[in-house]
């Protein structure tokens, strides 16, 4: 059997046109005698609302019955894209996770799919029909519903694929593709047709929206290939792939950035071992994301200056949680609310030299001051003045060649 699993986003299924239009889309699959398996993420919006209410309801809903009922949003969309194709004359019905069953394991909202029992889908299938999962969800050893959390019906999809043994994994959303940098802030990005696993998860990581972080990683960690397509446009898209897939030609394929950093410094800081475990101990037990992390150099070996980067809707309680900290002790905490940190990457940075010198030379010459860097294998991040952000990603834009 030659199967596809075709991913459609809440956007894609946002309203009855946008439905009728998807499953056009299935059905051109079907036509070139494909075994068709569609994964639908619940309407846009909806989930939202799902949310909205259990907060009406009480502030301290149970982890299961918050799962029960956001994954609710799935149900309707699945059923009103079989009832579509039914009505087109395709024999098609919907899926829930526990109908097939779809296995998790962790905590609420934030669960990983083990396993899939393929043997009802297969047999469906094999009888000529399509079948229309409910991302997002699974049961769990309690047989309770579980949500898989951000990007959760790209993962749902992602499993699907590996555990039926698809041809193809192709995620239809609302943009055409994975660009070089936002097109609205660089007119001149351009689609990269091929991008590997590593530099679209550094990618998403830093700002890019295409796909959640984790759902990539879950490709990445089951080697299978993703295409990201646009559902209203019928055009190419861009393949997520293995890094021996991608041509060595280009050095960096993107610039990514964020808009909502916030920069801590902790001024007069103990220069011993364990402080900066303590700083951030508290951080991480309150699900805080630490990102860029400088320490300086102490000149008097007693004392120095810690600087680290949060998202902004996190400053108000990272503040706090410092304040209270008796672990640590400090002169004065200096906060500046108007950074924004912008990184460039690619996998072939990894054997070509000057790619730092470059980076910074673009900078100095635009005369964009850089606050703090930081690097992984495939990245350079740095964080500047948000007033900079647009020069900063256009002038890096161009000197890596990426507008043509």
């Not at 998807?22 to 699959?29: D, G, H, L, P, T």
């Not at 080697?223 to 991608?246: M, P």
């Not at 402080?275 to 120095?304: C, G, H, R, W």
Request: glycine share 6%.
């Amino acid at each position: 059997m030659k199967i596809v699993v075709l991913k459609f986003g809440g956007t894609s299924v946002g309203s009855v046109e946008r439905i009728k239009n998807i499953v056009k889309i299935v059905i051109s699959y079907i036509k070139k005698r494909y075994k068709v398996i569609v994964v639908s993420s619940a309407m846009s919006g909806e989930t939202n609302k799902l949310v909205k209410l259990t907060k009406e309801i009480s502030n301290n809903f149970t982890p299961s019955e918050y799962d029960s009922i956001v994954a609710t949003g799935e149900q309707v969309s699945c059923s009103l894209i079989a009832g579509r194709l039914n009505h087109q004359g395709y024999p098609a019905r919907s899926w829930l996770g526990w109908q097939i069953p779809i296995f998790t394991t962790g905590n609420h909202s934030n669960s990983r799919i083990v396993k899939i029992n393929k043997l009802k889908i297969l047999k469906f299938l094999k009888k000529g029909g399509t079948p229309i999962i409910a991302g997002f969800q699974g049961i769990n050893s309690d047989n309770r519903i579980t949500t898989i959390g951000r990007g959760g019906s790209d993962a749902t999809a992602i499993m699907v694929a590996k555990f039926l043994k698809a041809k193809n994994c192709i995620i239809y959303t609302d943009v055409e593709g994975v660009y070089t940098t936002d097109p609205n802030v660089v007119p001149k990005a351009k689609k990269i047709k091929k991008i590997s696993y590593e530099e679209m998860l550094e990618m998403a990581s830093l700002g890019a929206k295409v796909m959640q972080p984790n759902s990539i990683q879950v490709a990445r960690l089951n080697r299978i290939d993703i295409e990201v397509r646009s559902s209203f446009k019928n055009i190419s898209g861009s393949l997520i792939t293995k890094r021996k897939n991608i041509s060595k030609n280009n050095v960096i394929r993107g610039v990514s950035f964020t808009k909502n950093d916030s920069k801590l410094t902790l001024v007069g800081v103990k220069d011993k071992p364990g402080v900066a475990a303590s700083i951030f101990e508290p951080l991480y037990k309150n699900s805080i994301n630490v990102d860029m992390v400088v320490q300086n150099i102490s000149s008097n070996k007693k004392e120095t200056d810690l600087t680290f980067t949060i998202k902004n809707e996190d400053l108000t309680k990272t503040k706090k949680l410092i304040k209270k900290n008796k672990k640590i002790k400090f002169k004065k905490i200096i906060i500046d609310e108007k950074v924004s940190k912008v990184s460039i990457v690619g996998v072939g940075m990894i054997t070509t030299p000057g790619v730092t010198f470059r980076m910074f030379n673009a900078l100095a010459k635009k005369n964009i001051n850089i606050i703090v860097i930081s690097t992984s294998e495939i990245k350079i991040s740095v964080l500047i003045d948000r007033k900079n952000l647009k020069k900063a990603v256009d002038v890096l834009h161009k000197e890596f060649k990426l507008d043509n």
